[in-house]
């Protein structure tokens, strides 16, 4: 069975948000073969047909059932970006097929990076400089040895044009030599051996939480980890909140862990049933300014 851009696409919404209506689905026959396995359930909100998320890990298996090497969330990701959105070598396209001859090149497989200040980083032995610029970001290969120094604080970010547009968000990491890299397998290998400080920026949403709980701090090698909260979300979620990043992810439970305050980002985001996306981050001052204006 051939997937499209569209279906993929949707796949991964169904993982992260849990439901979707049946209509966004162009191959009618994934969903019935995804209902026959488990992986979904149907169900009906007024005249809308909704599947709903039951078992993550047959998505996957329907994936693997149909000869994709797709395993995982963000190996859809690189599949949609090296197959779909670039003209991809035939090795590339052969890494995702489960049928095809073993190739060991990955085209895209590696780091996206940028930098808030010049920075230095060793690649291969050589010492390169990373310069921030708006719309400039890196790619380093993952057959490059990339190393960085001890006192290098690494920003994972699930957006590329975090790492595009660093410099919009350097309000908020008020350290030197902060590095922004894009959570992709990839990245999750190269921080399983570094012992750098990490900070998490992502979506203050279930799903923001859970990426960070349960994919970033089983893989981190670092004991110093955080997960960057503003002072102000409870107001930022309160006013500027989206109730449908809520709605859709309800599945998302047993989010609790040692940290005071992403324990407490959880109870505001359930306490207003709002999530709000990083995003917003960006414009961060003229809604501050809408805050403290509506409060006098």
């Known amino acids: 069975m051939k997937i499209n851009r569209q279906d993929f696409l949707n796949l991964k919404s169904l993982i992260e948000i849990g439901s979707l209506t049946e209509g966004k689905f162009k191959n009618k026959k994934i969903v019935e073969q995804l209902k026959l396995n488990g992986a979904v359930t149907r169900s009906q909100k007024g005249s809308r047909k909704y599947i709903d998320l039951a078992k993550e890990e047959n998505i996957f298996l329907f994936l693997k059932n149909h000869n994709y090497n797709i395993d ?33 090149s990955k085209s895209m497989h590696g780091l996206y990076i940028s930098s808030l200040q010049k920075l230095d980083i060793i690649l291969d032995g050589n010492t390169i400089n990373i310069v921030p610029n708006d ?33 919009r968000y350097a309000k908020f990491f008020d350290k030197p030599n902060i590095l922004f890299v894009v959570i992709t397998p990839y990245m999750l ?11 998490h920026f992502g979506d203050y949403d279930l799903a923001g939480v859970n990426i960070y709980l349960n994919k970033i701090l089983p893989r981190i090698a670092s004991k110093k980890h955080s997960m960057f ?8 979620i309160k006013k500027y909140g989206n109730s449908e990043l809520y709605k859709k992810q309800k599945q998302y439970e047993n989010l609790n862990c040692d940290d005071v305050n992403v324990n407490n980002l959880v109870n505001i985001i359930r306490k207003f049933k709002k999530g709000f996306e990083q995003e917003g981050l960006s414009w961060i001052d003229s809604i501050i300014t809408c805050i403290s204006t509506s409060e006098n």
Request: zero cysteines; a negative charge; glycine letters at 4%.
């Open 135 to 167: 719309g400039l970001g890196y790619f380093f290969f993952h057959t490059q040895k990339v190393e960085i120094s001890e006192d290098t604080v690494i920003v994972g970010v699930e957006n590329y044009q975090v790492v595009w547009f660093a410099k």
């Open 72 to 104: 995982s969330i963000e190996k859809i990701d690189s599949y949609i970006e090296d197959i779909f959105d670039k003209k991809s070598s035939r090795d590339t396209i052969q890494q995702y097929h489960n049928n095809s001859k073993e190739i060991t």
């Open 189 to 199: 290998e190269w921080i399983s051996d570094l012992e750098n400080e990490y900070i």
């Open 229 to 236: 909260i503003p002072d102000n979300i409870e107001q930022l």
